[in-house]
């Protein structure tokens, strides 16, 4: 099910983007690749719980507009965490499956340059919408559902040229709740991430 917070953002995205002319600022490609750490999720409805999970992967590319201390970009990403342990009643046990994200989001970000330096450090936002795919292989049980989803974050730029920087970030990436249905089973949880990522800049 497509949250309607999810539909509003994802037009206000175009909007956003569309707005801007071809000469506004210099374009850039960003890619990042990083470690994801899912916080513990608490499980409502027919299942009911806490599902913690292993160490996962982070991937995104951006292409955005850069305006000097200020730049602003849309952004894919994906990150995939597998299950650790279900605590239906205090007692954890083993979980099979995977929790993963796939999401689009609008993200602002400021560099603060110190005269000089190659050293930048950098803050970002971002808002926008996820999918998000639970796959539980012990109850065999398989669903989606797009939400709201943000991010906060904070880090490093290094310039390795004058087109080309090399960033090491900080960020703290969450959604809506999102709820999965199917026959019987309809469950609902909650998810939030720190991620630590090294990605490439290079602008055009």
Do not use: W
């Amino acid at each position: 099910m497509v949250s309607k917070y999810a539909k509003g953002v994802l037009c206000l995205i175009v909007v956003f983007f569309s707005s801007f002319p071809a000469h506004a600022g210099s374009p850039y490609a960003g890619l990042t690749v990083g470690l994801a750490y899912l916080n513990d999720s608490s499980i409502k409805g027919s299942k009911r719980g806490d599902l913690s999970y292993d160490e996962g992967e982070a991937y995104s590319y951006a292409h955005g507009l850069d305006f000097g201390s200020f730049r602003f970009e849309g952004e894919i990403g994906y990150q995939k965490n597998d299950f650790e342990t279900f605590e239906p009643g205090g007692i954890a046990a083993a979980a099979d499956g995977d929790l993963s994200i796939l999401s689009l989001l609008a993200n602002g970000y400021y560099s603060c340059h110190i005269g000089d330096s190659r050293i930048v450090p950098i803050i970002s936002a971002g808002i926008g919408a996820a999918n998000v795919e639970y796959d539980d292989e012990v109850d065999e049980f398989s669903e989606d559902d797009i939400v709201l989803a943000y991010q906060v974050g904070a880090g490093l730029g290094v310039k390795i040229s004058s087109s080309v920087s090399v960033n090491a970030m900080y960020r703290y990436f969450a959604t809506q709740d999102a709820g999965f249905r199917e026959d019987e089973e309809n469950i609902e949880l909650d998810i939030s991430s720190h991620n630590v990522l090294v990605g490439l800049k290079v602008d055009f």
